[in-house]
Nanobody, 129 residues
Framework: VQLQASGGGSVQAGGSLRLSCAAS??????IGWFRQGPGKGREGFSC????????YNTDSVKGRFTISRDNTKNTVYLQMNSLKPEDTAVYYC?????????????????????????WGKGTQVTVSS
């Protein structure tokens, strides 16, 4: 599975961006979004089950970021609104085979992503104040 993340860019605080993560066969995978800011460790902050029936967002993005997917287009989206300078990071999407239990996926997210099966190249998001 070759994941391709796109949609990053530079915006001012309060602005919006939509990231996409695409790959053939994506409907068979749960997808997580991770980010790594300057001098920081990797943070798993949002994920969605293969069916789209369950989603998770950390408190740091809850109410501002929305994860969704369109399996007919083999794409997962991350709508990011009300962006803050602290959201500046390289953003990655990663895939985990759909057989994983939801609780186990959340544990992987909270640990920074070790255990995800496939990773895409990152896309830079820069938010200026």
């Amino acid at each position: 599975v070759q994941l391709q993340a796109s949609g990053g860019g530079s915006v001012q605080a309060g602005g919006s961006l939509r990231l996409s993560c695409a790959a053939s066969g994506l409907e068979h995978y749960s997808i997580g979004w991770f980010r790594q800011g300057p001098g920081k460790g990797r943070e798993g902050f949002s994920c969605i089950r293969s069916s789209g029936g369950s989603t998770y967002n950390t408190d740091s993005v809850k109410g501002r970021f929305t994860i969704s997917r369109d399996n007919t287009k083999n794409t997962v989206y991350l709508q990011m609104n009300s962006l803050k300078p602290e959201d500046t990071a390289v953003y990655y999407c990663a895939a985990k085979r759909s057989l994983i239990a939801w609780g186990s996926l959340l544990a992987i997210m909270k640990s920074g992503g070790g255990g995800m099966d496939y990773w895409g190249k990152g896309t830079q998001v820069t938010v200026s104040s």
